[in-house]
């Protein structure tokens, strides 16, 4: 049978990666997939899993040949990775990656290739879980999921379509627009809340009744607190790649939060209420766009 991807090469075989290399190869549409990491332990559960097909500990030597990379290592070391794959790979191999952040990513490829190269397509599939490694990994991680492409004015029109190609194998639903919008949005959308949420629980963590505060915690706290329990280090790194977006949201939070603060203080029901009610009338129409969005895709 003949493939539709050759040789897809995964540098950082966690999470997303193994996910990645999962749905390929259930799909049948990818006919080597081969990783490459640092921990050797890692790559050997992934082989004995069947997550990929071979793995190497050689950066040149599991890039060689390949027909896709996809840099699936946290967002600052991605940039140490494009830096690294930079002299041994070619023009015919198509790069990509997964990191929540595209800006820092863009500006590193100016300063390394000394402009977006044309084989270079960023990529961000908004998916995932609390669990991190590969044998998180899922096939079907991506169904249903979106996947964001940053192409830039210099990107290969191939190499967009077959990155786009990539994902739609996995189930994900390909979207594009520019890094300066990505960032923008997935600081608002995702980046901001994880801050909230570590936030949150680090502050009650260090109040002397914590205790008690986690046994009687009821559905809210739970739900709106799950994502408290991500790789720190993978955020860590997300909030330093996107702080200018990042630290203007939390400034604009903040405010929004004082006002609030103040209201409670003085006993101000109308703007409480005004608040709340705002508030949750958004909240309902981004649950009719989820089911909306969810009804679309379920028909395609």
Not at 30 to 52: C, D, F, K, N, P
Not at 57 to 77: F, K, N, Q, W
Not at 158 to 170: G, H, I, N, P
């Amino acid at each position: 049978m003949e493939h539709e991807f050759g040789r897809v090469t995964i540098l950082g075989l966690g999470l997303i990666g193994g996910s990645l290399a999962k749905a390929l190869k259930a799909k049948n549409a990818v006919r080597e997939v081969v990783a490459w990491g640092h921990r050797e332990t890692s790559l050997q559960t992934g082989l004995q899993l069947g997550v990929i097909d071979r793995y190497s500990l050689d950066l040149a030597d599991a890039v060689h040949d390949a027909d896709i990379v996809v840099i699936a290592t946290p967002t600052l070391i991605a940039e140490t990775m494009l830096e690294q794959i930079a002299p041994l790979i070619g023009p015919n191999t198509i790069i990509t990656d997964v990191a929540s952040v595209k800006g820092n990513l863009q500006r590193a490829a100016e300063r390394i290739f000394g402009q977006v190269p044309s084989n270079l397509v960023l990529a961000h599939p908004i998916a995932g879980s609390e669990q991190s490694g590969v044998t998180a990994a899922k096939a079907d991680l991506f169904v249903n999921h979106r996947v964001i492409v940053t192409p830039t004015d210099r990107t290969s029109a191939q190499a967009l379509e077959c990155v786009e190609r990539m994902w739609q194998c996995t189930g994900a639903d390909v979207s594009s627009m520019s890094v300066d919008d990505h960032d923008d949005i997935l600081a608002a959308t995702s980046h901001l809340p994880h801050v909230l949420a570590f936030a949150l629980v680090d502050a009650l963590a260090g109040d002397p009744a914590h205790r008690d505060i986690f046994r009687y915690a009821a559905g809210g706290f739970r739900d709106f607190t799950r994502i408290a329990s991500s790789d720190p280090t993978m955020w860590h790194d997300i909030a330093l790649a996107n702080r200018v977006a990042l630290v203007g949201l939390i400034d604009q939070f903040s405010a929004h939060l004082a006002n609030l603060r103040s209201a409670i203080d003085r006993s101000d029901g109308e703007f409480i209420l005004k608040t709340f009610s705002r508030a949750k009338e958004a909240r309902d129409q981004f649950s009719d766009m989820l089911r909306g969005r969810a009804a679309n895709l379920s028909e395609e």
